[in-house]
């Protein structure tokens, strides 16, 4: 795993699928992996790295169309390393009861690049959420911040001992 470099790219609208990206960046460096973490629409190659998380906000059944694109612009070179996918979105605990399958246009995503498997994390819809209808949702009870850093860090974790067992 040493010299192993990880790519995780986000698509992120509020800074929530950030988040998740920079705590599984902080998880995967604390183990020792070259762990980088770059917007989606900032990502120019990935040829560099070993392995690529890649990760966006769903809002209304539709990844991120920054991770989208990324995906796209780059579908050749992730094809021949190691792929992660990760969906971010659900503003409330329906993450952490149950596995959420990804959106159709991920699960597709899934299969044209090969990706090893995808996580979906619970979102946060919060006061600092910009937006007339996300204020409206918070106002009525609907948001809050369900992402849970320990099972972030634990799926940063399960990546990193596929890292250390494939080098």
């Not at 192993?4 to 995967?28: C, D, M, P, V």
């Not at 392995?51 to 694109?69: D, Q, S």
């Not at 899934?110 to 946060?124: D, Y």
Request: some cysteine; glycine content about 12%; overall charge positive.
């Amino acid at each position: 795993m040493p010299g192993t470099r990880l790519l995780i790219a986000f698509g992120s609208k509020h800074g929530a699928t950030q988040g998740i990206a920079e705590e599984l960046g902080e998880e995967l460096r604390s183990k020792g992996v070259d762990a980088v973490v770059i917007p989606a629409d900032r990502v120019n190659d990935v040829s560099d790295y070993d392995g690529v998380i890649l990760g966006g906000a769903v809002y209304a059944g539709r990844w991120h169309v920054e991770a989208r694109r990324c995906a796209r612009r780059h579908a050749d070179e992730l094809r021949k390393r190691s792929v992660w996918l990760f969906s971010s979105g659900p503003v409330d605990d329906s993450a952490e009861r149950r596995e959420i399958a990804p959106v159709r246009g991920v699960a597709r995503w899934m299969q044209r690049l090969g990706a090893r498997e995808h996580i979906t994390f619970g979102g946060a819809l919060t006061e600092q959420t910009p937006g007339l209808l996300a204020h409206s949702m918070v106002r009525h009870g609907k948001g809050g911040d369900f992402r849970n850093p320990e099972r972030i860090r634990q799926w940063a974790d399960h990546i990193a001992s596929h890292l250390g067992s494939s080098s």
